[in-house]
């Protein structure tokens, strides 16, 4: 079956593609084992060269790459420009610090003796061949985030991108190999999902990452468990907005648009659950249902428009689906909760904000992937944190407060693999991301990131 790219704008079919077949599978495995026995031995000093140059192409191409993305998922031209300059920026800043973050590690050296050592160290090598599977919502973003770290550690890659987006995809495996980066070293495998299993077992293939959904996250789990090898999942998200009496309010609802808007609602760590305390409920409701209704929805081409289309007519059908069932069981739809007049040619849907949530609505546990919010009324902190943790997943929050001790609490008591305060999760170089739950396991970016996909070798030189 082709796998075609299509305008979720117009859902005009913009170019279809073959899937590779064994022949043309085999071959592209058969280049990445080849690469890698090379590539392993280059020094940091080549690796960060190669990298710095593409990022330099990247930041070159930035308007023509930054209109790939948009016309195959629907993003704002705007936040496509953004998306290529953040992965230029994450591409250099892996490039510089990658041998500090690789750096052999000693220990004290009252250990080595203790240890019957002359000498011991820790030295972070290359696994091997890395399979990456990853999603459509930030198709640039999500790939470099794995591509970096792992070819600065020395690994090399191979990218199975979800199949909605194959001109974005091409377009990064030729980024690689224009920098300059030896044949094989980061290849674009065109293939449907059901060809990945096979892919993952490959006696080549050293480890997984993956990025989507929870069915998709377990499905590779499972088979590079079976094959014992190392994974790394980053799923769903339904991460909790927090908003307590102390919070800046004015400031809270312009970034909690911001936080449930961005990439037209499809993020894994957009806030989706608005939790606000009873002696600010009725004002952040009311400014936030205004702001949200405000937001511009249109072409994503157009440099106005705040919201595009869904990425795929089964996303903007899943999404209603789910409103309707909370308003069959008694949800409030404070504004949107429809699709836009005028704008039937594409998969759109109205920023909506739902109020009077009960755990009886789907909405209640599902991720809505979307630009719909949820909004929940609690009486104190104790509450709050109880309805932030009433989700199946763990991935971020956000809490709004300017009391040390409040903050304290949620930091230890909040389930997730992160904390903002004041603010909307982000996702940055320096700093690790992912989550606990059913959002996934293991941790990208960072120096945690980057080790994810080292063998941890432990040298140990006896006494002469």
Known sequence: MPIASVNPATGETLQTFEPLDRDGLELRLARAESAYRQYRTTGFER?????????????????ALARTMTEEMGKPLTAARAEAAKCAKAMRWYADRAPGLLADEHPAPGDVADAGASAAYVRYRPLGVVLAVMPWNFPFWQVIRFAAPALMAGNVGLLKHASNVPRTALALEDLFRRAGFPVGCFQTLLIG???VE??????????????????????????AADEVKKSVLELGGSDPFVVLPSADLEAAVRTAVKARAQNNGQSCIAAKRFIVHADVYAPFLTGFTEAMRALRVGDPMDEQTDVGPLASRQGRDDLES??????????????GGRRPEGLDGGWYYEPTVLSAITPAMRIHTEETFGPVATVYRVADLDEALARANDTPFGL?????TTNPAEQQRCVRDIEAGGVFFNGMTASHPALPFGGIKRSGFGRELSGHGIREFCNVTTVWVGQA
């Open 47 to 63: 690796r960060a060269e190669l990298l710095h140059r593409a990022a330099d192409l990247l930041d070159e191409d930035r308007e």
């Open 193 to 195: 999902s059901g060809a």
């Open 198 to 223: 096979g892919v993952v077992r490959d006696r080549r293939v050293a480890a997984v990452t993956l990025t989507g959904s929870e069915p998709a996250g377990r499905a590779v789990a499972s088979a």
């Open 322 to 335: 789910l409103v309707a069932d909370a308003r069959s069981h008694g949800a409030r739809v404070e504004c």
């Open 396 to 400: 971020s929050s956000n809490v709004w």
